[in-house]
């Protein structure tokens, strides 16, 4: 692949991330959060496995799952913007030397950072869902951790079960993101899939 092949494939790269970051295809992301979670605990799923409900929350239904996605970036990030941002820059590029930027390794959290991380998203969804009378017991938060200047640092602990479940009402707390992922809590009225697999941390090799 020459220079000008590579630019136009980072240009169709950009576009067709731009649109599925679009409004309109909010099911599919929820989708690819739920699989790409599912799929890190060793369970095999398709597309047509998962239910879309008829009132939300949650977002996706999963074999008793009640799986509500929120995405969490880092501080000042908005996803679309950025790859609106690139999608501009690789069009303009004349050469591979445009679009190159410095690596910039990320900064290493601990489990106990990440769970900081989360509070505000967590905090904030929980006072519009009692806002609207929407109980939190059954349902089943999987927080899709879109790091780029951060990573955890797999070898640090986690919160202990208690303190997490302080953060109250949620059914069970995952996380998935780009390196790792983990059932933070899980109540026994979880499935059991999630139950079997709290205080795990999962280690995801990039493909």
Not at 66 to 87: A, C, I, P, T, Y
Not at 99 to 108: G, L, Q, T
Request: proline share 5%.
């Amino acid at each position: 692949m020459n220079e000008e092949e590579l630019l136009s494939s980072l240009v169709l790269l950009a576009d067709d991330t731009v649109d599925f970051l679009s409004d309109s295809r909010k099911w599919e992301r929820e989708c690819w959060v739920c699989t790409a979670f599912l799929s890190a605990l060793q369970i095999n799923v398709s597309r047509s496995n998962l239910i879309k409900p008829t009132i939300e929350p949650p977002d996706v239904i999963y074999q008793g799952a009640n799986f509500e996605v929120f995405v969490v970036l880092d501080q000042g990030r908005k996803l679309h913007d950025d790859w609106k941002k690139l999608s501009s820059l690789y069009k303009s590029a004349e050469t591979l030397n445009d679009v190159m930027e410095p690596y910039k390794s990320p900064k290493k959290m601990s489990g106990v950072e990440v769970v900081e991380f989360l509070k505000p998203t967590l905090s904030k969804k929980r006072e519009s869902y009692a806002r609207r009378n929407i109980s939190l017991s059954d349902i089943d938060v999987l927080v899709y951790l879109n790091f780029k200047e951060h990573t955890l640092d797999l070898s640090t602990p986690f919160p202990e079960l208690d303190k997490l479940q302080q953060q109250g009402g949620w059914r069970s707390l995952s996380v998935y993101g780009n390196s790792f992922c983990r059932v933070l809590y899980a109540e026994q009225s979880a499935p059991i899939f999630l139950c079997s697999h709290v205080g795990n941390t999962i280690s995801i090799v990039p493909e």
